[in-house]
């Protein structure tokens, strides 16, 4: 696991190839995205972010972390248990996407 820099943040290869996850909370006076991106090397990054709603998602300071697989599926079952609705999907989808894609 390694958090990323700002600047590594914007060489994440974003795209519809690359994400294999996007939640974004439902609409509120806060709201937070969460990404998990297939960088193609055998790592994954998961990207951050949220605003209030003064501001939207572009003015956002973002978060990046990478991940290896097995970090991935040892991390997953804590964050299935989460108490954030974005974190519960998160882990459940990474389960579910590795039980599949072994």
């Known amino acids: 696991m390694e958090e990323l820099k700002k600047d590594q943040i914007k060489t994440v290869p ?28 055998g790592e994954y990054v998961i990207i951050r972010g949220s605003h209030c709603s003064c501001y939207d998602f572009d003015d956002s300071v973002w978060h990046g972390t990478k991940y290896n697989r097995e970090e991935l599926i040892k991390l997953a079952p804590i964050w299935e248990k989460d108490y954030s609705i974005d974190e519960q999907e998160l882990g459940s989808f990474i389960l579910k996407y590795f039980s599949e894609n072994q």
């Open 14 to 41: 974003v795209n519809l190839s690359t994400v294999l996850f996007s939640y974004t909370t439902p609409s509120d006076y806060e709201m937070s995205r969460t990404v998990l991106v297939n960088t193609d090397f």
